[in-house]
């Protein structure tokens, strides 16, 4: 376990907010990966959850972009209310979604985070081809890290609002009416990660429209 201090936090949208943190020395992971997270706080200390790394391995310092349910007693909501100077508790790092080459990218809300680090990885090293990027949210207030994702995929970035009327936007839904609509063809990798029931509907419909289920990451 290593402590780590917050050396910046704010929030990024309404409801998602932005953790630097210390990197200890020698500290490796890969882009996808997860670390298992609680905050060194007496009654927090053991209440341990997963979150991505949204950060590459060479950086000086941590990041996770972490998703803050105010509703109820969480620990994201615990997390919502930490500052700069704070300490979280890092137990254990594990593989999650590993980049396995070009394809298409499915994500719902929070389901972007592991693929940040991904893209930002291949931005990096000249290697961001031969993808694309579907990604749901309620609204426009909701996409996390608009900005960049639209500098490094280009067109190749496509929004899906399933709630509010945006102009210049149609309400919908990823759904198999939608993918058949956007996709040609599905012999392709597919790269899906979301809330539960949203990852389970896309790879159900991906596979009934002829997606392998051996090229499905999720």
């Not at 979280?88 to 693929?115: D, M, R, S």
């Not at 890290?145 to 609002?161: I, Q, S």
Request: charged letters at 25%; proline letters at 4%; one cysteine or more.
């Amino acid at each position: 376990m290593q402590r780590l201090k917050i050396l910046n936090t704010h929030f990024i949208t309404h409801n998602v907010k932005r953790f630097v943190l210390e990197k200890p020395k020698g500290f490796e992971y890969t882009p996808g990966q997860s670390a298992k997270i609680s905050i060194d706080l007496p009654d927090w200390k053991n209440k341990i959850r997963p979150f991505t790394f949204t950060s590459l391995h060479h950086w000086d310092s941590l990041e996770f972009i972490i998703k803050i349910y105010d509703e109820h007693d969480s620990v994201t909501s615990q997390l919502g209310k930490l500052n700069t100077g704070d300490v979280l508790l890092l137990h254990e790092v594990y593989g999650t979604i590993q980049y396995k080459g070009p394809g298409i990218f499915i994500a719902g809300g929070t389901g972007i985070t592991p693929f940040i680090a991904i893209f930002r990885a291949l931005f990096e090293s000249g290697n961001l081809r031969n993808l694309a990027l579907l990604y749901s949210n309620k609204t426009k207030e909701d996409i996390i890290l608009h900005d960049e994702l639209t500098k490094m995929l280009g067109p190749a970035y496509k929004n899906v609002f399933t709630q509010e009327g945006v102009i210049g936007f149609r309400e919908r839904r990823i759904d198999r009416k939608f993918l058949i609509e956007t996709i040609g063809s599905f012999d392709s990798r597919f790269y899906v990660c979301g809330p539960e029931i949203f990852t389970k509907e896309i790879c159900e419909a991906l596979i009934s429209l002829g997606a392998d289920p051996e090229f499905l990451i999720i």
